[in-house]
């Protein structure tokens, strides 16, 4: 099993900026994909940004528009978030699984409990 735990969320005013971060009790390279979901109120979990492991590859939701960025340092997966919006008020979550995954797909292997962000306009 791998146990992911995110924190770093928060209350942040519209064009704030905060950084998630996802520790791992495994190194983080033993999984081939990491990503950020979220879920926001009434809506159903979606795909924020994704990255392979050992690749470096990223891919984000259509939503992002270049605001986000998805990184792993020092064994820990980030996302560091910049010009936030209301509406990306929501639980972020963390997951990673051993094999391919796209966003769209919500069967990713494992889950950490998700951090509350919340942004006032």
């Known amino acids: 099993q791998l146990q992911l735990m995110e924190s770093g969320g928060g209350s942040v005013q519209a064009g704030g900026s905060l950084r998630l971060s996802c520790k791992t009790d495994k190194y983080t390279y033993s999984t081939f994909q990491m990503a950020w979901f979220r879920q926001r109120p009434g809506k159903e979990r979606e795909g924020v940004a994704l990255?392979?492991?050992?690749?470096?590859m990223r891919y984000y939701g259509d939503f992002v528009e270049g605001r986000f960025t998805i990184y792993i340092e020092q064994n820990t997966l980030f996302l560091q978030m910049n010009s936030l919006k209301p509406e990306d008020t929501a639980m972020y979550y963390c997951a990673a699984d051993y094999y391919q995954k796209q966003l769209s797909d919500s069967q990713w292997r494992f889950w950490g409990r998700g951090t509350q962000v919340t942004v006032s306009s």
């Open positions: 990255i392979v492991t050992k690749g470096g």
